[in-house]
T-cell receptor, first 111, second 113 residues
Framework: EDQVTQSPEALRLQEGESSSLNCSYT??????LFWYRQDPGKGPEFLFT???AGEEKEKERLKATLTKKESFLHITAPKPEDSATYLC????????????FGAGTRLFVKA | EAGVVQSPRYKIIEKKQPVAFWCNPI?????LYWYLQNLGQGPELLIR????????DSQLPKDRFSAERLKGVDSTLKIQPAELGDSAVYLC???????????FGPGTRLTVT
């Protein structure tokens, strides 16, 4: 069964305390893995697309990596404004058109 | 460039009443998605349009949900009649042809009482 599992469900960090969020997936015919940020009361905001194992993408304090079974979102020296829910999604399945989201990791960064 | 526009932002209705949500995608985006998001969960796809054609509606509860995308631009999602379990945020997203990157609107929060 195609599925996406994110861990931890919630993560509390002190400002400047680096950490990583995990996204484990099982999907046939992966077409892409996506990371989104979602603030309360808003729609998800696109961050990264990763297409193949070994690929990495960076944006400010965020770095996303991909293996054949999971992806990590590394947050370096986070700031309070990085507090949000981070969603992982995969595209694949029969025909490659199915998009499946994980439940997200809620990140809290305290000053 | 304007993002995905959705209205209304909030809607409160009684069960068994009808409700409709409207979405205007980013200009030039031919693919449009409707998702349902429950509290603490990720979005779940309801229907995907390529231009005006619904190419994936396998997760749409067709006994009470319907959708249309006239002229391949704006889209409307309707529920009739609404049930208590339909309370959720309904998200619209769009993407360029050939791209998997989806851009989301702010969503409509539906409360069914």
């Amino acid at each position: 069964e195609d599925q996406v599992t994110q861990s931890p469900e919630a993560l509390r960090l002190q400002e400047g305390e680096s950490s990583s969020l995990n996204c484990s997936y099982t999907v046939s015919g992966l077409r892409g893995l996506f990371w989104y940020r979602q603030d309360p009361g808003k729609g998800p905001e696109f961050l990264f697309t990763l297409y193949s194992a070994g690929e990495e993408k960076e944006k400010e304090r965020l770095k996303a990596t991909l293996t054949k079974k999971e992806s990590f979102l590394h947050i370096t020296a986070p700031k309070p404004e990085d507090s949000a829910t981070y969603l992982c999604a995969v595209r694949g399945g029969t025909g490659g058109f199915k998009t499946i989201f994980g439940a997200g990791t809620r990140l809290f960064v305290k000053a | 460039e304007a993002g995905v526009v959705q209205s209304p932002r909030y809607k409160i209705i009684e069960k068994k009443q009808p409700v409709a949500f409207w979405c205007n995608p980013i200009s030039g985006h031919n693919t449009l998605y409707w998702y349902l998001q429950n509290l603490g969960q990720g979005p779940e796809l309801l229907i995907r349009y390529e231009n005006e054609e619904a190419v994936d509606d396998s997760q749409l509860p067709k006994d009470r949900f319907s959708a249309e995308r006239l002229k391949g631009v704006d889209s409307t999602l309707k529920i009739q009649p609404a049930e208590l379990g339909d309370s959720a945020v309904y998200l619209c997203a769009s993407s360029l042809e050939g791209s998997y990157e989806q851009y989301f609107g702010p969503g409509t929060r539906l409360t069914v009482t």
